[in-house]
């Protein structure tokens, strides 16, 4: 194999001591291999342009496959082949070496780890769809090596049905195209009110078969109901005619066509039958308007108008025209919405014609449930609605309705506002159209905080001072440091928050630190570094989270047990914004538990930044040449008590530089 390199980016396949892997996991395994991950010690040979040689990558995941009976090593070579070392083709997954277990003797293959699952088990090409584990060939093979199992007793249909299953071209929801023997049916009725071929409704007991990309398997769909379309024909060209009838249905599943599973045949009368997916309505037999979402219009139209009225003919009319519009079960059905199922109602904004609310919807608008096929509301969410009141629309016309609603929609696919209907101030009598509450980003472009109303503090992150520190104040009672004066401290520094990218000061429980190890003692303290394991809070594109795992300083100032003036007064000294770069940020405060000192929680700093824990409490906000050369002094004067002498020299290195 080596000496097929053309590439300076191939693999120089190798022989690999078996002892070169650690760590060695099985993955999974089939009748004929196990897959195990690996690391493999010293790695694999590649070319390093930078060093015009042939490197290694230490310690690289791998794959290992091992064949069963692999000792057969003609059988074993003709494995190997099937790989690629071809470094400008991915088309076929890499192989770097074989290997052999010292104590089973079976030979292994050792293959590329990362992309390991985009590669067909069973072939080792690239899959024809990565996403769905989806191997076109190995597929048709599947369909192929099947033919044999199955058989309509006729020639011409069994041609027919191989030539459908061939057409399969992806993992989608296509329909495999089968001939399904007659005793598979159970629970077979007939449907009333429709037209007169299809005549049954059954369970299908073993269900359509369809690949389970996740298991990379064939399964079927157990017990699936679908509708039986009996093919009365006497002519002499049955089979023709029977094939051209199947022909008027798509394998594809759609929203406006029933598809067609496949062909069976009555054991009794010989009658063909159709096999198709079961779109019909349960109210009125007919096809659904959405076969994929059990949804039919005329229906569901019928089932409209009841249980409302507005009080107003005029505008009960006008909704209900309205709701004739529906065309899709996702549309809205426009309703008339009573004033009262309005809560938390705030005014937002006023011209001499509207005003505009923010409001809850207590019941929400309909959706349409189509495993229940009918009409729910989500009770189980607030929904938020803007609501924008005509101002003196007592006598309202068809004509004002009209005007005040053109730019919104009950459809969601463009890119007008939702509207859901229409409801009247029960004080003012004035009618207000009630719309998404994306209504407020359409018009003031997120300018309005949509938890209390005012105008966003920043509005670029939709960050609200007044919400974060009501916040703030609400999750005082969640944490204390067992000091009153620490804890009030700490509660005045939170509410200096000024802008969405300060750190929230806080009180941080010393348990949450990890690895705390010294870096550097003076006269006055003792710093350490740790890993903070939930880490910082940052507000980040509207929300705030955690980076766990963050390492951070830890100053302890000598006997800190008593709080003092003097540790207050330095830890106002650090910043608490994010993007400062002169200052050292401070996080919080913590207390070691043992010792009982008090400990700033700082943002971790070496290099040029290192000595800021030592000089000025922090404070250098106009550093120059000067101060430098002084904080040199400094340094050097303090070296003899500083233990850790090699890192202040690295630092010193840094600021002469
Ligand atoms: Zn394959
Ligand atoms: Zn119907
Ligand atoms: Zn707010």
Redesign the pocket.
């Known amino acids: 194999m080596r000496l097929k390199i053309n590439e300076y980016n191939d693999t120089i396949f190798e022989w690999i001591p078996y002892n070169q892997f650690n760590e060695i996991k099985e993955m999974n395994n089939d009748s004929f291999f196990t897959i195990y991950s690996a690391k493999w010690k010293n790695g694999q040979l590649f070319y390093s342009f930078s060093k015009v040689e042939y490197i290694r990558h230490t310690n690289k995941f791998v794959t290992l496959k091992r064949l069963y009976n692999s000792q057969n090593i003609n059988d074993f070579f003709n494995e190997v082949k099937k790989y690629s070392i071809d470094g400008s083709s991915n088309n076929i997954l890499k192989i770097y070496g074989i290997t052999q277990n010292s104590d089973t003797k079976d030979y292994i293959l050792v293959l590329n780890f990362e992309d390991f699952e985009k ?7 690239l ?2 769809d990565t996403r769905f584990n989806w ?5 048709i ?1 599947y369909l192929e090596q099947n033919f044999i199992n199955w058989t309509s007793g006729n020639k011409e249909i069994d041609n027919f049905i191989q030539g459908m299953q061939l057409k399969v071209n992806g993992y989608s929801s296509d329909t495999i195209f089968e001939w399904i023997s007659y005793n598979q049916f159970d629970n077979i009725k007939g449907m009333d009110k429709n037209d007169l071929n299809i005549t049954n409704l059954a369970i299908w007991k073993d269900g359509s078969l369809c690949f389970d990309y996740q298991n990379k398997k064939w399964s079927r769909v157990m017990g699936k109901e679908v509708a039986l379309k009996y093919f009365y024909n006497n002519s002499q060209n049955i089979i023709d005619e029977l094939l051209n009838e199947v022909k008027k249905y798509s394998i594809k599943n759609s929203r406006d066509t029933i598809s067609i599973h496949g062909i069976s045949q009555n054991t009794d009368t010989k009658d063909y039958i159709l096999v198709l997916q079961n779109g019909y309505c349960t109210g009125c037999g007919e096809k659904y308007s959405d076969v994929t979402n059990n949804w039919c219009k005329p229906c569901q139209l019928n089932n409209l108008f009841t249980n409302w009225t507005s009080g107003n003919e005029k505008i009960d009319e006008f909704i209900q025209k309205m709701q004739l519009k529906i065309d899709k079960p996702s549309d809205i059905i426009f309703e008339w919405i009573p004033y009262n199922k309005f809560n938390d109602i705030k005014e937002i904004s006023k011209d001499g014609f509207t005003t505009e609310y923010l409001a809850i919807w207590e019941d929400g608008p309909l959706y349409y449930d189509c495993n229940r096929k009918e009409y729910a509301r989500d009770l189980t969410t607030d929904k938020k609605v803007a609501l924008k009141c005509l101002d003196i629309s007592q006598n309202i016309t068809d004509k004002i309705l009209n005007k005040a609603i053109k730019e919104y929609s009950i459809r969601d696919d463009d890119d007008t506002l939702i509207m859901y209907g229409i409801s009247q101030n029960l004080s003012t009598n004035n009618y207000i159209i009630v719309l998404h509450d994306r209504y407020f980003e359409k018009n003031f472009e997120g300018y309005y905080c949509i938890r209390c109303a005012n105008i966003y503090t920043d509005a670029q992150y939709k960050w609200c001072l007044p919400c974060k520190i009501d916040y703030l104040k609400q999750n005082f009672t969640n944490w204390t440091s067992k000091n009153v004066r620490i804890d009030n401290f700490i509660q005045g520094m939170q509410l200096k928050i000024s802008k969405s990218n300060d750190i929230v000061f806080e009180w941080i429980p010393y348990n949450q630190f990890e690895e705390i190890k010294e870096i550097g003692k003076g006269g006055f303290a003792i710093v350490y570094s740790a890993i903070w394991k939930d880490g910082p809070l940052h507000y980040n594109w509207n929300k705030y989270t955690r980076e766990p795992n963050q390492k951070v300083a830890l100053k302890c100032l000598n006997n800190s047990q008593d709080i003092s003036d003097e540790f207050l007064n330095e830890v106002q000294n650090y910043s608490t914004e994010k993007y400062s770069n002169n200052i050292l940020k401070i996080y919080g405060i913590t207390q070691n538990p043992d010792t009982k000192d008090y400990i700033m929680v700082l943002e971790y700093a070496d290099g040029g930044k290192f000595y800021d824990y030592w000089i000025d409490n922090g404070k250098h906000k106009n550093f120059n040449w000067h101060n430098k050369i002084r904080t040199l002094n400094n340094i050097i004067k303090g070296l003899k008590e500083i233990h850790q002498k090699q890192m202040i020299w690295d630092c010193v290195e840094k600021l002469v530089i």
């Open positions: 590669y067909c088990a069973k072939c080792n090409k899959y024809t191997c076109k060939p190995c597929q093979e």
